[in-house]
């Protein structure tokens, strides 16, 4: 019903910088917000940043001054520009749209993408 589909992840050397991209489509009336969480191996997975419909962040110190979110609400798309990237940033990237509206149903439901693979390695 409601699909996230994420791009923009690979292999980058440490210093470098990628561009994440998520998409939701289908049946959507409203998201609230929009984020990004990570995992990496034998990790809990963690918030990395979000961004609500209305424009207001939040984000994990461990990337503050270096990653950036962004939201296009007109295309349901949201962005995660990551800048001087770590090693210890190397991690499966989800996204995750919460406080999803469906038309024609009283739900509010959170989906979450497939998962794109990000390293940071030299």
């Known amino acids: 019903q409601v699909q996230l589909v994420e791009s923009g992840g690979g292999l980058v050397q440490p210093g470098g910088s990628l561009r994440l991209s998520c998409a939701a489509s289908g049946s959507i009336f409203s998201i609230y917000a929009m984020g990004w969480y990570r995992q990496a191996p034998g990790k809990q997975r963690e918030l990395v940043a979000a961004?609500?419909?209305?424009?207001?962040?939040n984000y994990a110190d461990s990337v503050k001054g270096r990653f950036t979110i962004s939201r296009d609400n007109a295309k349901n798309t949201v962005y995660l520009q990551m800048n001087t990237l770590k090693p210890e940033d190397t991690a499966v990237y989800y996204c995750n749209a919460g406080g999803v509206v469906v038309p024609g149903t009283p739900e509010i439901d959170d989906y979450w993408g497939q998962g794109t693979q990000v390293t940071v390695s030299s």
């Open positions: 961004i609500t419909k209305g424009g207001i962040t």
